[in-house]
């Protein structure tokens, strides 16, 4: 069965100081992996995606994600942690079998301490 | 480009009443989904829309819920009667392809005492 997971409820972290939100993901073929973000009282936001080519793919607000298709990972990442990136995040893909819909990870709860 | 509107923002019922959410999506985008997402967790797929035809509604609780995409732009999402449970807040999402990213509108955050 395809499956998404985030392993960490939350995450802390100094600002300043780099961040890493982890997904691994079970899926059949290629994934389509996305990240997203929810600010409070807000709807999700985008910030990227991988769908082929550079492991590491570039996305808002300075995050990038890399893709370890051996570690079946998808971890979000920023060299150096804002106060205002502070939110919810999401890790989703893609599933081949139900109409192209995204499986959603459980969310992990992202707090920058200043 | 306008994102995914949606209204209205806030709903507050009391249960048995019936209550009803509009999205009008990004201009172009042929898939609409409607979500439920309980606070702290990710979001539930109720229902998704092919232009005006629905792909799969298998999770949407078809005795209270109803859903509609008429003539393939903007969609209302129904509850009737809704039940304390389902208090929750309700996106809308659209993409230009099934499959791509999907771009959300603000949501509507429903109240049922």
């Known amino acids: 069965a395809q499956s998404v997971a985030q392993p960490e409820d939350q995450v802390n972290v100094a600002e300043g100081n780099p961040l890493t939100v982890k997904c691994t993901y079970s899926v059949s073929g290629n994934p389509y992996l996305f990240w997203y973000v929810q600010y409070p009282n807000r709807g999700l936001q985008f910030l990227l995606k991988?769908?082929?080519?550079d492991n590491l793919v570039k996305g808002s607000y300075g995050f990038e994600a890399e893709f370890n298709k051996s570690q079946t990972s998808f971890h979000l990442k920023k060299p150096s942690a804002l106060v205002s990136d502070s939110a919810l995040y999401f890790c989703?893909?893609?599933?081949?079998?139900?109409?192209?819909?995204?499986?959603w990870g459980a969310g992990t709860k992202l707090i920058i301490k200043p | 480009e306008a994102g995914v509107a949606q209204s209205p923002r806030y709903k507050i019922i009391e249960k048995r009443q019936s209550v009803a959410f509009w999205c009008n999506p990004i201009s172009g985008h042929a898939t609409l989904y409607w979500y439920q997402q309980i606070l702290g967790q990710g979001p539930k797929l109720l229902i998704q829309f092919q232009n005006n035809g629905v792909v799969d509604d298998s999770q949407l609780p078809k005795d209270r819920f109803s859903a509609e995409r008429l003539k393939g732009v903007d969609s209302t999402l129904k509850i009737q009667p809704a039940k304390l449970e389902d208090s929750a807040v309700y996106l809308c999402?659209?993409?230009?392809?099934?499959?791509?990213?999907?771009?959300f509108g603000p949501g509507t955050r429903l109240t049922v005492l």
């Open positions: 999402a659209s993409s230009l392809v099934a499959g791509h990213e999907q771009f």
């Open positions: 991988y769908i082929t080519g």
């Open positions: 989703a893909v893609r599933d081949p079998n139900s109409n192209y819909q995204l499986i």
